[in-house]
């Protein structure tokens, strides 16, 4: 019985903030989390680079990243899909 090792990918859903790189966007990604001792609700975020083939993502976009191979020396995950467009005023 020969098993299958799959890589467990983890997956965020964040808002492009910067996409002036070529083929890379910045995604800020926010999670809340309650303070361990005053229990006040807070929000944490980080900002990831992540690879978009062809423009597919711009700025103001909701997008969802998966993490990869590393790429570059900044760059470890790649934008899965976009799940909402950014509007346009």
């Keep these: 019985m020969s ?4 890589k467990v ?3 965020f859903v964040g808002r492009v903030v910067s996409d002036k ?3 890379t966007v910045t995604v ?3 999670r809340r ?12 975020s980080a900002k990831y680079h992540a690879h978009v083939e062809g423009g597919l ?7 969802e990243i998966e993490e990869c191979r590393p790429i570059s ?3 470890s995950w790649r934008v ?6 950014a509007r346009e005023i």
């Design 3 to 6: 098993e299958e090792k799959q």
């Design 9 to 11: 990918r983890r997956v």
């Design 21 to 23: 790189m070529q083929n």
């Design 28 to 30: 800020l990604v926010e």
């Design 33 to 44: 989390v309650k303070h361990e001792l005053y229990g006040k609700v807070i929000t944490r």
């Design 57 to 63: 993502a711009a700025a103001g976009d909701l997008v």
């Design 73 to 75: 020396k900044t760059k």
């Design 80 to 85: 899965a899909k976009v799940l909402e467009k």
